[in-house]
């Protein structure tokens, strides 16, 4: 090789020594910037992550966010939260002995329990709180929009539940009153929240109440009415006996001939039958059972039967058979009569007698109610002794739930829809408007009435009427109603489950 052609090759080896080293040098800057890259987002997760861990620990997350959104209202997670759990505390409490048979398991996660197709048990209950916060919105703002304000009646009822629910931790061993909220109601929930829902609450129901109460119909439109639905409303009486093909079936024939047996049974009870005497003989005779005459409104009849005895033509000792898939029916219709019985309306305020240990009402439980009722009668008779008054003692120390919230009233019922004591005192002949007096149930809701009568009420078909008549008006309003109200949930609506 010449000088000359050595002097190049070296030149050129100089040159891509250069290069490779500005190469490795953009490599190397690469690297540190993908480098830096990687750190500054690691460092950005972790940054996330610890305000999120921070966010859940704390209650910011359940109240700074929208959960969902009703109509122009927003509410946060706890806010939900109350209304998802309640929902659930009182289906818990209404169904308690069939939950198994609902496929409901207290013990176990909602969100791993099925409660239908592609639904769970903490899906359903979470659809519920939402259609209840949706129904309650739209009626507090209708409410506020026509001015409406919570009568005091309801006002006292409201401030009976809050003061419970002032002493609801006492002995629950939590240190406060938003602690034991917080772990019963979910996170966040603490005691300015809750009464703020309660009170929405009442003004919802209050107003929903005064709607509802606000449609009036004519006699003439309660009669038409009625006779409309004379199939749903009027009384019927009639004897029935059930030839059940497996009780009466010999061991070991099969169900062809089982149901035979039980058709020739029934078809004996009613031949050569020319009475309702007959009737009854012929199948203690047969089956050695009683059976007697009952009376049942037309909606609540069994399917089984219902459209034969509501035929039209129908007629005071018509007799049939009537198969079902176990069995036959043996029917004896007797009549059917408009459901026009009378009514009356009256308060009372109930004293529990309080069971021991083994469930036996003792001398002394009863003797400690009957004296309780004993002492609210006095107090009222001593004060203004107004059914104003008695209603709001009713509020105040009533143990009956059904009526403790409305100045322990209930109108317009017809005789023998309450207990037999209740029911014999309000409808003796001689009771006049203003009557008070003390009776002692011991059956279910064992304790001591104290009522107040008010008097008599409307016709029973009448009050049929105008109840369906105010409930499909009423629906139809809220139905219109509710067309602006859409609730959209947000992701926090997921922390409640």
């Not at 953009?26 to 950005?44: H, L, N, P």
């Not at 809050?162 to 917080?182: I, K, P, Q, R, V």
């Not at 009669?223 to 006996?241: F, G, L, M, Q």
């Amino acid at each position: 090789m010449s000088a000359s052609q050595q002097k190049k090759l070296r030149k050129q080896q100089r040159e891509q020594g250069v290069e490779k080293r500005q190469i490795a040098d953009q490599k190397a800057a690469e690297a540190a910037k993908k480098s830096s890259i990687r750190s500054t987002v690691i460092t950005t997760i972790v940054v996330l992550l610890v305000i999120v861990t921070i966010l859940f620990s704390s209650n910011l997350f359940y109240h700074a966010f929208p959960a969902v959104k009703i109509g122009d209202t927003s509410y946060n997670a706890s806010e939900l939260s109350f209304f998802y759990k309640s929902g659930y505390f009182n289906f818990v409490s209404q169904n308690g002995s069939y939950l198994q048979y609902m496929g409901l398991d207290t013990s176990k996660s909602l969100d791993s329990q099925s409660f239908g197709e592609d639904q769970t048990w903490a899906d359903f209950f979470l659809d519920s709180a939402i259609t209840s916060m949706t129904e309650i919105t739209m009626l507090a703002d209708e409410a506020e929009k026509a001015g409406f304000e919570l009568p005091e009646e309801d006002k006292a009822a409201l401030e009976q539940e809050l003061a419970a629910l002032d002493a609801s931790y006492e002995g629950t061993g939590f240190s406060s009153l938003n602690a034991f909220l917080a772990a019963n109601y979910g996170k966040g929930c603490n005691e300015k929240l809750i009464k703020g829902l309660i009170a929405k609450s009442y003004l919802a129901q209050a107003y929903a109440t005064s709607v509802y109460d606000s449609y009036s119909y004519t006699d003439a439109e309660l009669d038409a009415h009625y006779d409309e639905n004379k199939n749903s409303y009027d009384n019927i009486t009639y004897i029935s006996y059930f030839v059940s093909a497996e009780e009466n079936a010999d061991e070991g024939i099969d169900s062809e001939t089982a149901m035979a047996n039980a058709k020739e049974l029934a078809d004996s009870l009613i031949a050569d039958i020319t009475s309702q005497e007959e009737f009854t003989e012929s199948v203690l005779s047969k089956t050695e059972e009683e059976v007697s005459a009952v009376t049942i409104q037309g909606s609540s009849l069994s399917s089984a039967y219902s459209e034969w005895l509501l035929d039209a033509s129908r007629k005071e000792g018509d007799m049939t058979v009537l198969a079902t898939d176990s069995g036959y029916y043996a029917l004896y219709f007797i009549s059917r009569e408009r459901n026009d019985s009378r009514t009356v309306s009256a308060r009372h305020i109930l004293t529990y007698v309080l069971a021991d240990d083994e469930g036996v009402y003792t001398d002394e439980a009863k003797a400690e109610a009957k004296a309780k009722a004993e002492e609210l009668l006095a107090q009222w008779k001593a004060g203004e002794a107004t059914e104003e008054s008695f209603a709001a003692l009713a509020n105040e120390y009533s143990d009956d739930p059904g009526s403790n919230t409305n100045g322990g009233l209930y109108e317009n019922f017809k005789e023998g829809a309450m207990v037999a004591e209740f029911n014999d005192w309000c409808f003796d002949t001689t009771r006049k408007p203003g009557d008070t007096g003390i009776v002692f149930n011991e059956g279910s809701y064992c304790g001591y009435h104290v009522i107040y009568f008010i008097g008599e009420g409307e016709t029973y078909d009448k009050v049929l009427s105008e109840n369906a008549l105010r409930e499909e008006a009423y629906n139809e309003w809220k139905t219109a109603a509710l067309e602006n109200y859409t609730a959209k949930t947000t992701f926090t609506a997921s922390l409640i489950k």
